[in-house]
């Protein structure tokens, strides 16, 4: 493994590499049970969970994401990043995400700028004025993590679930409460084209431990529940 790093932290990124690429997640206990899953598995061997240690970065794209389009919270962090984040050092025009400190004193008329409203900024600042208790999520168990970002007003499981995966690694990480995820498993799993949370849920529970490495796996292979009905339409500030 080649690695490059610029600027501080460098030491950190170097002794984090093999994490963020996988190196602790443990896929042995790992029984595909259903056709489009084993073939899902054969064709990506290379699929790993990594985990990044680093909680707080994960949970502010989370938290941009609740109840609009994935389109539009890109667009939300990215400019998040653009306008009130850093330039990355080194030779790619990259930039970070802000501070928790410059998070925490936002003013509203700043989030709205870049489409996200009240509700989720508070979420955000109240976060990143407790980034410290945040952060002490990446050395607790999933269970225990999850309790200690639940206690948040604003942050429930799908919030917490998209988080945890990415920040700690959770393989057993599931969006609950997802527009789409309930029909794309119910789907997969059972021919069923329109599901629950508790059916998901149920279909899941034979890969207890793997479930979010399920979703991954789907998603990876392009399984779609049939589509009815309208698209939900952009949402905007201004349309709130």
Known sequence: ???????????????????????????????????????????????????TDRVLDALVPAILGQKIQSKLANESLRKLSWYFGERAPGPHKLWLQPTPERLAELPFHDWHRINVERKRATIIRRAAERANRIEECASMTPTDAARRLQAFAGIGPWTTARTLMPAIGDADSVMVGDFHLKNTVSWALAGEPRGTD?????????YAGHRGRVTMLLKMAGVKAPAYGPRLSHMHFEDR
């Open 1 to 51: 493994m080649r690695l490059r790093a610029w600027g501080p932290g460098t030491d950190r990124v170097f002794e984090q590499a093999p994490k963020l690429l996988g190196s602790e997640d443990d896929r042995s206990t790992f029984k595909p049970q259903h056709d489009i899953i084993a073939d899902a598995h054969r064709r990506n061997p290379g699929f790993r969970i990594g985990r």
């Open 198 to 206: 508790e059916r998901m849920l149920e279909l899941l529970e034979p």
